[in-house]
């Protein structure tokens, strides 16, 4: 009797809270392939081509980005490839951005994307910093160099989402036995340089190209209510990523311009059944400056 008692103390011990060690994926693992995907859509590259400024020059800006769809195959990520997930969240990326010049011809800049929450997704402390000058300038074209990073993420019921918990634990539409949403934290931190051609020419809109690599620092840690008791486990991965990017700014008038374009980043994930989904990650951004 008191080892059957014993038995069902240390059951309701272990089921509250299921908490499973660490673990650290390859980028190219299906885990490590989301999360870089993920950072690569909030990723801090430059809206324009570093141009030379005056000290105190002040700028301030908004931009908008495209999260591209996945599908059913690509979001199989957990437990290695095998489980499904929600990351098809929010269709769209913002952030806000603020320039000042500084001397020796730098243009010092901070972003900061507003918690606004979208699809049970939200930002959580996402903020930038980056650091531009132009190198050279003739005719035709210009060169510049900005260095940039960015630190924060994203909460989202990405392990048991809204779709997920309207079916009854463990079965085929709730596999893992969500009983609730959960709470999953992705880090999206990461560093980098990114070096500008730019196009001279006598009209209002300026070519440009740009191509970035970036070191990435992504971790997702997993909060998710199940039957059987509350998961809780922290997947770790790290790299680097390279991002090629072209696009245009038209001057409005004096103190307005915008900008459109579109960036590249090569992925690629190892799952355990090929598909013919293409992995990398391609969106289109659009930006609105003002200058004072």
């Keep these: 009797m008191m080892k059957i008692k014993l038995t069902v103390l240390a059951l309701f011990t272990l089921f509250p809270c299921i908490t499973y060690g660490d673990q650290t994926v390859d980028i190219d693992s299906p885990e490590g392939w989301a999360m870089a995907f993920m950072t690569a859509s909030a990723q ?13 020059d002040i700028s301030i800006s908004a931009e908008l980005s495209s999260i591209p769809r996945l599908s059913k195959e690509q979001q199989r ?3 290695g490839g095998f489980k499904d997930e929600d990351l098809n969240k929010s269709p769209v990326f913002g952030r806000l951005r603020a320039n000042i010049g500084l001397p020796w011809n730098l243009d010092a800049e901070i972003s900061w994307t507003p918690p606004l929450q979208i699809n049970d997704s939200k930002p959580n402390h996402l903020w930038g910093a980056a650091l531009s000058k132009p190198l050279m300038n ?3 074209i210009s060169i510049g160099v900005r260095l940039f990073l960015l630190r924060g993420g994203v ?3 990405v392990t048991c989402s809204a779709d997920t918990i309207k079916f009854a634990p463990y079965t085929l539409q709730n596999t893992a036995g969500c009983i609730g949403l959960s709470g999953d934290k992705l ?19 300026l070519p440009w190209i740009s191509l970035a690599s970036s070191n990435i620092d992504n971790s997702v840690k997993i909060d998710a209510p199940l039957e059987v008791g509350r998961e809780r486990a922290t997947i770790y991965s790290s790299g680097s ?21 579109s960036s590249y980043t090569p992925l690629d994930a190892q799952r355990p059944n090929d598909n013919s989904d293409n992995d990398n990650f391609w969106n289109v951004r659009v930006g609105l400056t003002t200058r004072y």
């Design 138 to 140: 003739n005719e035709k």
């Design 77 to 79: 990520i957990g437990f």
């Design 241 to 261: 990523i390279q991002t090629f990017s072209f696009g245009f700014n038209y001057d409005i008038s004096k103190n307005w311009s915008f900008n459109a374009s």
């Design 44 to 56: 801090n590259l430059g809206q324009s081509p570093p141009h030379s400024v005056n000290s105190r």
């Design 187 to 205: 880090q999206m931190d990461h560093e980098g340089v990114e070096v500008f051609v730019s196009f001279n020419n006598s009209s209002a809109i």
């Design 155 to 157: 909460t989202a019921s």
